[in-house]
């Protein structure tokens, strides 16, 4: 395979759907530390509300916390919803083609 040529490198940098802070920033790659979140959280949640960035909160290095923009945050808990419904109306379709055990068998089989 070939090198990119500058072009193709162009285009590469161009596209990146989930960066959280540009790459000359000071908190590349998105993490900012507690003690720095708490010091500039009226500027983090600035960037995160009216630039869409995503913003990884760390202690010791390790991911802790997500800021990110609300509208990330409704479709999580949509898709969450969805999920739900359709492991309750598959749940619901298992009970319908699962003959019922009758309940003196239930005991029995418990020792009750």
Do not use: C
Request: hydrophobic share 40%.
């Amino acid at each position: 395979m070939t090198a990119p040529t500058g072009l193709d490198r162009r285009h590469e940098r161009a596209y990146r759907p989930y960066e959280m802070y540009k790459t000359a920033d000071e908190h590349e790659g998105g993490h900012i530390s507690v003690s720095e979140a708490r010091e500039t959280f009226a500027d983090v949640v600035n960037r995160v509300a009216y630039r869409n960035e995503r913003v990884l909160v760390t202690r010791r290095g390790k991911p802790v916390a997500a800021i990110i923009p609300v509208e990330q945050v409704e479709f999580l808990e949509r898709a969450e919803d969805e999920f739900d419904i359709r492991m309750a109306n598959e749940a619901l379709a298992e009970l319908e083609r699962t003959p019922a055990i009758p309940w003196e068998q239930v005991k029995r089989e418990l020792g009750l």
